[in-house]
């Protein structure tokens, strides 16, 4: 079984950077997609960027395209999130999440991580 460990949450400035990380232990993830969401209180969880393990082929909410970059590295079982820019409504919890290509739902999920932005 994978499972998910994200890293990397904090409080950060409107308009500065910060990066998840989403370390994954246990198979490789050569036929998974990685996704990021996000949670905040009493909202629904929105996927926010997405990436195919072996082709990078990435998906990017309009709400963040052109401001956070997803990654991930191979050797690691590593997969990331950089946000530049961030603004006060990229406040939320964020979870990494692995599903197998093909599948409509994300079977695993990880702990999940605190982002807040002040203004």
């Known amino acids: 079984q994978v499972q998910l460990a994200e890293s990397g949450g904090g409080l950060v400035q409107a308009g500065g950077s910060l990066r998840l990380s989403c370390a994954a232990s246990g198979r490789t993830l050569t036929n998974y997609v990685m996704g990021w969401f996000r949670q905040v209180p009493g909202g629904e969880r929105e996927l926010v960027a997405a990436i195919t393990w072996s082709e990078m082929r990435t998906y990017y909410a309009d709400s963040v395209k052109g401001r956070f970059t997803i990654s991930r590295d191979d050797a690691k079982k590593t997969g990331y999130l950089q946000m530049y820019g961030v603004k006060p409504e990229d406040t939320a919890v964020y979870y990494c999440?692995?599903?197998?290509?093909?599948?409509?739902?994300?079977?695993?999920w990880g702990q999940g991580t605190q982002v807040t932005v002040s203004s």
């Open positions: 999440a692995l599903k197998y290509r093909g599948a409509s739902e994300y079977s695993r």
